[in-house]
């Protein structure tokens, strides 16, 4: 089946500093990948859409100057949290989709201190 | 305004039995629905799925049943298996694109 990696998979950060979150899908091409936040006990939350060589599409209530994405490449799209602080703590996925459903990342653990 | 609801946050089943975990929904412009099973700390892997044009889908212990004028699926997994605790989301896709809608989530958790 299709695989999508995410790296790193856990990340401790200081607070104030920025942490860069990748998603790459492996063996096939994806133009859109979304990015998902999950809080302990919750359901996933769609944070944004990425879209290869455009903007990215922000949902309702997310920061886009705190949550900066990047899908230069067809295979490759970045999250990265700036200046992070201990409330951005979190599981955060990247998700792509086929025709046959989404696969995701392995997920990223941010602790920010 | 939640548009997919597991309405179930836990579940607990014996070793043997079988498991059935519900979803709901609101959007009658979802066309594809999908289960996914969860590990903590790790992400999201796919189980099955069904298209609107289908009422049943199997896949070895796995099954899922649509009811669309219920705006209803369920997974059922038989026989379950201590393995399959974890937790399981439903999604649910429109035909505007390929972004996912997901549930609550439902933690199952089956005893020896």
């Known amino acids: 089946g299709a695989v999508v990696s995410q790296h790193p998979s856990w990340v401790i950060c200081k607070s104030g500093t920025s942490v860069k979150i990748e998603c790459r899908s492996l063996d096939f091409q994806a133009t859109t990948m979304f990015w998902y936040r999950q809080f302990p006990k919750q359901s996933l939350m769609l944070m944004a859409t990425s879209n290869e060589g455009s903007k990215a599409t922000y949902e309702q209530g997310v920061e886009k100057d705190k949550f900066l994405i990047n899908h230069a490449s067809l295979t490759l799209s970045t999250l990265t949290v700036t200046s992070a602080h201990p409330e951005d703590s979190s599981f955060y996925i990247c998700?792509?989709?086929?025709?046959?459903?989404?696969?995701f990342g392995q997920g990223t653990r941010l602790t920010v201190v | 305004d939640q548009q997919v609801k597991q309405n179930s946050p836990s579940l607990s089943v014996q070793e043997g039995r079988i498991s059935i975990l519900n979803c709901d929904y609101t959007?009658?412009?979802?066309?594809?629905f999908l289960w996914y099973k969860k590990y903590p700390a790790e992400g999201p892997t796919f189980l099955i799925s069904?298209?609107?044009?289908?009422d049943k889908n199997e896949d070895g212990r796995f099954t899922v049943f649509l009811n669309k004028s219920a705006k209803h699926l369920s997974l059922h997994i038989v026989p379950s298996q201590p393995g399959d605790s974890a937790v399981y989301f439903c999604a649910a896709r429109g035909n505007a694109g390929n972004m996912l809608t997901f549930g609550g989530g439902t933690r199952l958790m089956v005893k020896p």
């Open positions: 069904i298209s609107s044009i289908k």
């Open positions: 998700s792509a989709s086929l025709p046959q459903g989404a696969f």
């Open positions: 959007n009658s412009m979802f066309d594809y």
